[in-house]
T-cell receptor, first 110, second 117 residues
Framework: GQNIDQPTEMTATEGAIVQINCTYQ??????LFWYQQHAGEAPTFLSY????GLEEKGRFSSFLSRSKGYSYLLLKELQMKDSASYLC???????????FGAGTRLFVKA | DAGITQSPRHKVTETGTPVTLRCHQT?????MYWYRQDPGHGLRLIHY???????DKGEVSDGYSVSRSKTEDFLLTLESATSSQTSVYFC????????????????FGPGTRLTVT
């Protein structure tokens, strides 16, 4: 079977750091994505990990451990505009079918 | 932004009527997808296409059919709409990675909000 788990909601303070975790169990794995989705809008691509380790891209970093079926998205220097849902998604073997988790709603407060 | 449009953007229809949603892309991407998004469920894959006339089922395909007669258009049809199909529908596209740093990331259309009464 396949299962992707992430917390439903998180709250953090402007300027702080927040880590959003994702665990997955899938029948095939070819990489893990993080997407950001503001309310009422379409998801947009943030990051992709296929090898173990940390990928840094500006204020956002994403980590993957394939052996543990675990990833996290790290957001630094939080801004109010980072209030959004963050979707963890697994790319299946074969390369184009992607399964999404339910998403984590992040609230950034002043 | 990737050139993806969806039409209509909003639709209200009655139970039992057929509905067709259209996704149009100008990026010449090979892969196209239809998702529905509901509170608590995230994005769920309905059908996807890996080429013209090549389609396959996703997680929640019952009650839906698709067609792709040309690269740029992917149609989703609700054969007989039910209230459980009230949702936001997103189309997405992706392409086989060609350059270093490319991935299979998906680009999403703006979504269609469908209400079945």
């Amino acid at each position: 079977g396949q299962n992707i788990d992430q917390p439903t909601e998180m709250t953090a303070t402007e300027g702080a750091i927040v880590q959003i975790n994702c665990t997955y169990q899938t029948s095939g794995f070819n990489g893990l994505f993080w997407y950001q989705q503001h309310a009422g809008e379409a998801p947009t691509f943030l990051s992709y990990n296929v090898l173990d380790g940390l990928e840094e891209k500006g204020r956002f970093s994403s980590f993957l451990s394939r052996s543990k079926g675990y990833s996290y998205l790290l957001l630094k220097e939080l801004q109010m505009k980072d209030s959004a849902s963050y979707l963890c998604a697994v790319l299946h073997t074969g390369g184009f079918k992607t399964i999404f988790g339910a998403g984590t709603r992040l609230f950034v407060k002043a | 932004d990737a050139g993806i449009t969806q039409s209509p953007r909003h639709k209200v229809t009655e139970t039992g009527t057929p509905v067709t949603l259209r996704c149009h892309q100008t990026e010449n991407h090979r892969y196209m997808y239809w998702y529905r998004q509901d509170p608590g469920h995230g994005l769920r894959l309905i059908h996807y296409s890996y080429g013209v006339k090549d389609t396959d089922k996703g997680e929640v395909s019952d009650g839906y059919s698709v067609s792709r007669s040309k690269t740029e258009d992917f149609l989703l049809t609700l054969e007989s709409a039910t209230s459980s199909q009230t949702s936001v529908y997103f189309c997405a596209i992706s392409e086989f990675p060609r350059l270093a740093g490319d991935t299979y990331e998906q680009y999403f259309g703006p979504g269609t909000r469908l209400t079945v009464t």
